[in-house]
Nanobody, 124 residues
């Protein structure tokens, strides 16, 4: 079993930055692809970014391109999401997820393991 714990969310103003972290424990982390998704109230879960274990595949959703950066530290079993130039429309619960094939897909249905989420609120 894999446990994922997100942290780093909070209340910020538009234009600010935040770095989310997701600490993994349990089964082998290094071979998994990791993804970040978000869900705003009343909306479907949205793909933000994903990263294969070797950085061979890195993908961003349209809302994240140019502002967000996904990275991972396999020695610390942690994946990060650096978010810059935040906008009110970035307000959502952010989830990290692990995917066992290592392909870093954009579809949330492909991810087997999920964290509990961390709230990000961006005020205007």
């Amino acid at each position: 079993q894999v446990q994922l714990v997100e942290s780093g969310g909070g209340l910020v103003q538009a234009g600010d930055s935040l770095r989310l972290s997701c600490a993994a424990s349990g089964r082998t982390f290094n071979s998994f692809a990791m993804g970040w998704f978000r869900q705003a109230p009343g909306k479907e879960r949205e793909f933000v970014a994903s990263l294969s274990w070797s950085y061979g595949n890195i993908y961003y959703g349209s809302s994240a391109k140019g502002r967000f950066t996904i990275s991972r530290d396999n020695a610390k079993n942690t994946v990060y999401l650096q978010m810059n130039s935040l906008k009110p429309e970035d307000t959502a619960v952010y989830y990290c997820a692990a995917e066992e094939t290592g392909l870093a897909p954009r579809s949330d249905k492909m991810y087997e393991h999920w964290g509990q989420g961390t709230q990000v609120t961006v005020s205007s």
